[in-house]
């Protein structure tokens, strides 16, 4: 009979990035935001390291704070301007103005530059989501919550009474000229992926 392989050894900051969410944290409460004054927003339960890391599931709470205060996402502690890196194209998306402008959002925290090395070397899977690093602009944009369900919170989201809006997550909105620069990149690296196939 085969063994089972071992289970590998999880520590938050190394094989697991800060913002993951773990079995031991699925707990949630509604809870004025103090992000976003007047709205709800979902609250967690924070127990980073009980139970088992979700990888597809990101902590509502961790996620809005290090949005908000530029939090590591590999190792949850603040990155200076100088060291904050965020991977544009392989995360968030485009958004479309009112004016048709288009303007990047990102939703996940940046990074310092030795924890995204250290994370690529720990997750195959972050290896490719994480190359071509680029530098968080000194314009740091401004965040807008969002209120459609995030991964993992559909149970809770079906729970809540209808026409209630609540708070799950939120992203930060660039610049005109950051934007364009993230619009190039990801033009470039569909062009990349072209050539590929
Ligand atoms: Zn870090």
Same mark, same amino acid.
């Given at each position: 009979?085969?063994?089972? #392989? ?6 938050? @900051? +190394?094989?697991? !990035?800060?913002?993951?969410? %773990?079995?031991?944290?699925? $707990? ?39 949005? #908000? ?6 190792? @949850? +502690?603040?990155? !200076?301007?100088?060291?904050? %890196?965020?991977?544009?194209? $392989? ?39 994480? #190359? ?7 314009? +740091? ?52 992926? #072209?050539?590929?196939?």
């Amino acid at each position: 009979m085969a063994e089972a #392989a071992p289970e590998p050894v999880w520590r938050v @900051g +190394e094989s697991v !990035p800060w913002s993951v969410a %773990w079995s031991g944290e699925q $707990a949630f409460r509604l809870q004025p935001s103090t992000l976003f004054p007047g709205m709800t927003e979902v609250g967690q339960a924070e127990r980073p390291g009980v139970g088992r890391p979700l990888f597809a599931a990101v902590h509502v709470d961790r996620q809005r704070r290090g949005m #908000a205060g530029h939090l590591c996402h590999v190792c @949850g +502690e603040p990155t !200076p301007p100088h060291d904050r %890196w965020i991977f544009p194209v $392989a995360s968030g998306g485009m958004v479309t103005m009112a004016d048709g402008e288009e303007r990047y959002g990102g939703n996940v925290p940046p990074v310092h530059q030795a924890c995204a090395k250290r994370a690529q070397r720990q997750c195959p899977h972050l290896r490719k989501a994480m #190359a071509r690093p680029v530098a968080c602009p000194a314009d +740091e944009g401004r965040l807008i919550w969002r209120t459609d369900v995030v991964p993992g919170m559909e149970a809770l989201a079906k729970s809540l009474p209808a026409g209630v809006e609540v708070v799950f997550s939120c992203y930060r909105l660039y610049g005109a000229a950051f934007s364009r620069k993230v619009a190039r990149l990801r033009r470039e690296e569909e062009a990349r992926q #072209a050539r590929r196939s």
